[in-house]
């Protein structure tokens, strides 16, 4: 018998409309689960189990009232990094401990308002900045495939709640990578939307031009649900774009007959571990069998991508986290003077990654600097961009690796920032293009760790994205699987 935590979204809300199980006890479900596996994964920063139970009960009386929003009675968890009213939100960092927004992030609120219930805040990488979230100022969260795993970053504790079973679905943010990765490192279905599809509004911000919220669920159809409720124009965010939001669920079902596939293959050049390259070639192949042409393609300025993030994203970070001082609002110790407590709270509040990218991104920024860095990266950005939107007058979609590797171990790579860096080096230029994409599990390695397969549209075309991830997880079972741990 399928447990409650196992059912998707969409089943929960049948079972619940039907009225076989209540909110109350689905949340309930999720907390014991919380209460069972959380020590060991180490994904939530908050667990927020009297206001889940509370919201719970409510709608359960609002389903027998005869309300039916969309989301009503489902358990979610949200990264630490978006504000939630009421409840601590600390972007992971020790620098906010102890701050309480008076104001949901739109993405929370429109969430909530449909329906939703919150859990929790979810563990990341401080203020975003990292590829395995062991840059969190709190702990590390592990991978509940394998505990000596990272969950990928910076959404890591977004990423192994799900795969934990230890919420119905969680909200990431994507700024280099960061829904994608933890979504291939722990097998789930993790989209990224396009940049301005989702409000910025309650995000904290690390590269304000590049950062987008996301879902993070089980099923493509769960993701489709939430962006639904997320997606559309929000005056409160000058970024948000009025455009039109299609109907994902209602697209879903129309298959992928036709649909012209773009290979990119500069994404499939040396240092892709074998058995991703062989899983993700087989997923491709599937695609094709289901009816969509596939040809490859070339994104010249790939090369480009990586240095062009890190100097675009750090010297946006560095400008965005000036305020952080210790005289407002989160973390203060005390100093001589005014000038000495900014110095030591800032010193002692941000991490070693959030302090050298802070670093890196004043000394792009500064006099005599900044047309040879900044300038520069955003020229060569604009090439990056151009390649996406030629390559996209002649496919529908491009489908690559998600990364080069599976979950690597724990501080395995701790020393090492290039090699950090190089994990997200498959999904950094779709942020820099401002494109959607989607990671989907497409297999396993020898050791049993999960194998993600990167869905990417033009802007705007997370319709299409949806549709073509949908119609690859319905002919395979990889979504269907969870680790050992979340089992009974």
């Not at 990218?357 to 000394?363: E, F, N, S």
């Not at 050791?447 to 119609?471: D, K, S």
């Amino acid at each position: 018998m399928t447990r409650l935590i196992e059912l998707s979204i969409a089943d929960a809300l049948a079972q619940l409309d039907s009225g076989a199980i209540t909110s109350v006890q689905l949340t309930q479900a999720y907390l014991e689960q919380i209460d069972r596996l959380d020590g060991q994964i180490q994904a939530y920063l908050t667990v927020t189990r009297d206001l889940a139970l509370q919201q719970a009960a409510r709608a359960d009386a609002q389903r027998a009232a005869g309300d039916n929003k969309p989301l009503l009675g489902i358990p979610l968890a949200v990264k630490d990094v978006l504000s939630t009213r009421g409840v601590e939100t600390t972007a992971g960092s020790k620098i906010l401990k102890g701050y309480v927004p008076v104001f949901d992030a739109t993405c929370v609120a429109r969430l909530l308002d449909a329906g939703a219930v919150l859990l929790g805040k979810l563990n990341m990488d401080e203020f975003a900045m990292g590829s395995s979230t062991e840059n969190s100022g709190f702990f590390p969260t592990r991978n509940p495939w394998d505990l000596e795993r990272v969950p990928g970053g910076s959404s890591g504790g977004s990423g192994a709640a799900v795969a934990a079973l230890m919420c119905a679905g969680s909200l990431g943010t994507d700024t280099g990578g960061s829904i994608r990765l933890p979504g291939a490192f722990c097998g789930i279905a993790a989209l990224k939307p396009s940049y301005g599809r989702v409000s910025r509004y309650g995000l904290i911000a690390y590269g304000s031009s590049l950062d987008q919220a996301g879902p993070m669920t089980r099923t493509v159809s769960d993701a489709a649900r939430l962006l639904q409720v997320m997606a559309g124009h929000d005056p409160l965010d000058g970024t948000s774009m009025p455009v039109d939001v299609p109907d994902y669920l209602a697209a879903l079902d129309r298959g992928i007959e036709g649909l012209r596939i773009g290979i990119p293959k500069e994404y499939f050049s040396e240092g892709l571990q074998p058995e991703v390259r062989a899983s993700v070639q087989a997923a491709i192949a599937q695609l094709e069998a289901l009816g969509a042409s596939v040809v490859e393609v070339s994104l010249p300025h790939t090369e480009y991508s990586l240095p062009v993030y890190y100097m675009i994203a750090t010297s946006e970070a560095s400008a965005n986290l000036a305020r952080f001082d210790g005289i407002r609002f989160g973390a203060r110790v005390e100093g001589q003077d005014m000038i000495d407590t900014y110095k030591v709270t800032r010193g002692q509040g941000f991490g070693a990654e959030v302090k050298r990218r802070i670093m890196l991104g004043t000394y792009a920024l500064s006099a005599g600097y900044y047309d040879a860095y900044y300038g520069k990266a955003s020229q060569v950005r604009t090439l990056i961009k151009q390649d996406f939107d030629k390559v996209f007058q002649q496919v529908d979609l491009l489908a690559a690796p998600t990364s080069p590797s599976v979950a690597f171990r724990l501080g395995e790579n701790a020393d090492d920032p290039l090699q950090m860096y190089l994990s997200d080096v498959l999904t950094i230029a779709a942020n820099l293009a401002g494109v959607c994409g989607i990671s989907v599990p497409c297999g396993f390695d020898s050791a049993g760790l999960p194998i993600g397969l990167q869905l990417i549209g033009a802007a705007f075309a997370e319709e299409t994205v949806l549709r073509a991830a949908f119609a690859y997880e319905q002919s395979t079972d990889w979504h269907t699987r969870h680790p050992a741990l979340a089992r009974p």
